[in-house]
C-alpha cells in the first residue's frame, strides 16, 4: 500500500523478478542477459531494451554508477539529517500559476491569513513559517506535516488575478492526503477549466500518475522520464507531439510517473514488463487509484506483434500500439429495480475492533522473509492513518494466510479503516475489508 499500498506494495513483485534475474542472469526472451557485457551498453547511447534491430535509440549515453566510498562511522548522525530531511520534505508544498514578480512576504501573509479567515487554524496562528518565489511558482515550508495537509485545501484561491495551485512537491513520497479546493470551502463557483489549472484536482491527478516498479539505484528521474516517454512515443502509445512524461519522482527502488492526459496513463500500462538497464519494469496503477481496470497488455505483446508484421510504428506510417490495446467490454444498459429483493441484502454485521482484509496478498507475496516484513511495514503505516493500530497480523500459512488482520484502539477506527478500504484495488484486486470476531483474534483463529 502506499497512501493505500501507494505504492509500494508492488515491491514484493520486484523483488522477485530481480531475485530470478540474479539467480539465472537471464532477462526475458526478447531482452538478452543481463551480463557485464550490457552494463558496458551505458557507455554508449541506450537503445529501448527489447525492441528489434532498427529501432531508435532513445536515451543519450549512460554513465556507471559512481563507487561509494567507506561507510561513515557517525551513522546516527548521517540517520538524524535524512530524518530531518525528509521532515522537511513532508513539510513543504509547492505553489504554482503566481503571478510575475510575486513577493515573498506577500505571499506569505496572504497564505497565512487565508488559512485563518476559513477557521482551519486559530485566529492569530501562522502555520506557514517561509517562502521562496521563483519566476511562475513558489515553494512554502509550514511547522508541521499536519499544517501542510491544511494548507493543501488552499488550491485554487485567487491571488492578484491568478488561481493558485497548491500541491505537493515532486520529491514527495509519502501518502496520499485527501484534501479539497478554496471554491468548495467557501463556496464560491468553480469556473469551467479551473480544476485543470490548479492540479487536475487530486482526483483527476490519480487517473494520470503510474506506478513504475524494479527500479535500480542507477535509475534518476530524468532517465526514467525520457525512457518511457520516448519508447511510448516509438511504439504509438502517445496521443500528441513531445514527451507524455510531466513529472517523475524516484524513491528508493519504485518510483511514480505522472502523464500528461488519462488516455496516455492508459495506454502507458501496455509497457509492463519492458526491460531496462538489466532490470524489467513493472509498470500498473498506484494502490491509491479507486477507479475502473483498465485493460491492457504488456510490452511482450508490443514485440511479438512487431515481429509478426502485425504492428506498424508511427514512424512506419502506422497506428502503433494503440490498434491493438484491449478494450473493456462495453457496458449493456440494465433495468435497475425500484426497489431491493430483502434476499440481495448484506446481512448486518456487528462492529469489531478487527477489520479483516482479503484479496490483498497471494502466498508467493509472502515466500521471502524480505517481502514479508517490507508489506507488515506498509500495512502498519498506511492503515495506521485511519487510527491507532494495536496488532498487526498476517498469516504465511495455515488458516487466514494471505489475509491481513488489524486490530484497532476503537471500533470508530475499525470503521474507519472498513469503509476506507473496502472497494479499492489492489494489483488488479478488489479488496475486501470486513469485521473479523475479537476473541477468535486473541486465541489465534483465523478461520472464516
Not at 136 to 155: G, I, P
Not at 277 to 295: C, D, Q
Not at 305 to 312: A, D, P, R, T
Not at 399 to 428: C, H, N
Request: glycine residues 10%.
Amino acid at each position: 500500500m502506499r497512501g493505500d499500498y501507494d505504492n509500494d506494495d508492488r515491491r514484493r513483485s520486484r523483488s522477485r523478478s530481480r531475485d530470478r534475474h540474479d539467480n539465472d542472469g537471464s532477462i526475458s526472451a526478447y531482452g538478452g542477459s543481463a551480463s557485464s557485457g550490457d552494463l558496458q551498453m551505458a557507455k554508449g547511447p541506450t537503445p529501448v531494451s527489447g525492441l528489434p534491430p532498427g529501432l531508435p535509440s532513445v536515451m543519450p549515453g549512460l554513465m556507471p554508477p559512481t563507487q561509494t566510498g567507506p561507510v561513515p562511522t557517525a551513522l546516527s548522525s548521517i540517520l538524524e539529517a535524512q530524518q530531518a530531511a525528509q521532515d522537511k520534505i513532508n513539510r513543504e508544498l509547492f505553489v504554482g500559476n503566481t503571478p510575475e514578480g510575486t513577493s515573498e512576504m506577500l505571499l506569505l501573509q496572504f497564505l497565512n491569513g487565508a488559512m485563518r479567515r476559513i477557521k482551519l487554524v486559530p485566529e492569530n496562528d501562522s502555520p506557514i513559517l517561509q517562502c521562496r518565489v521563483n519566476a511562475k511558482f513558489a515553494f512554502v515550508e509550514c511547522r508541521s506535516k499536519e499544517d501542510a495537509n491544511l494548507v493543501l485545501n488552499l488550491s485554487g484561491i485567487p491571488f492578484l488575478g491568478s488561481n493558485l495551485k497548491v500541491s505537493r512537491p515532486s520529491k514527495y513520497t509519502g501518502p496520499y492526503v485527501p484534501s479539497k479546493t478554496w471554491q468548495e470551502l467557501t463556496g464560491q463557483p468553480i469556473t469551467p477549466g479551473l480544476l485543470e489549472g490548479i492540479s487536475g484536482s487530486a482526483e483527476e491527478k490519480i487517473h494520470r500518475e503510474l506506478f513504475i516498479g524494479n527500479t535500480t539505484p542507477e535509475m534518476t528521474e530524468q532517465m526514467l522520464k525520457d525512457f518511457i516517454g520516448k519508447a511510448m512515443e516509438q511504439v504509438g502509445l502517445s496521443t500528441a507531439p513531445g514527451n507524455p512524461i510531466t513529472a517523475c519522482r524516484v524513491s528508493g527502488k519504485f518510483a511514480f510517473v505522472e502523464l500528461r492526459t488519462k488516455e496516455e496513463a492508459a495506454n502507458a500500462l501496455n509497457l509492463n514488463n519492458i526491460p531496462y538497464l538489466g532490470a524489467m519494469l513493472r509498470v500498473g496503477r498506484p494502490s491509491k487509484y479507486t477507479g475502473p481496470i483498465t485493460p491492457h497488455g504488456n510490452w511482450e505483446d508490443i514485440l511479438a506483434k512487431y515481429m509478426s508484421g502485425e504492428l506498424k510504428l508511427p514512424s512506419q506510417g502506422g497506428e502503433g500500439a494503440k490498434a491493438f490495446i484491449p478494450k473493456a467490454e462495453p457496458s449493456q444498459d440494465v433495468a435497475i429495480p425500484t426497489t431491493i429483493p430483502s434476499s440481495t441484502i448484506a446481512p448486518l454485521v456487528a462492529r469489531t475492533k478487527v477489520v479483516e482484509l482479503q484479496n490483498m496478498l497471494t502466498s508467493e507475496d509472502l515466500q521471502s522473509d524480505q517481502d514479508y516484513e517490507e508489506i507488515l511495514e506498509d500495512t502498519k503505516d498506511e492503515c495506521g492513518q485511519f487510527g491507532k493500530l494495536t496488532n498487526v497480523i498476517i498469516p504465511r500459512t495455515g488458516p487466514g494466510a494471505t489475509k491481513i488482520f488489524l486490530e484497532y484502539v476503537s471500533m470508530d477506527d475499525a470503521e474507519k479503516a472498513v469503509q476506507g478500504l473496502a472497494g479499492r484495488t489492489f494489483d488488479g484486486r478488489k479488496v475486501t475489508a470486513v469485521y473479523f470476531d475479537e476473541a477468535k483474534f486473541a486465541k489465534g483463529d483465523y478461520t472464516d
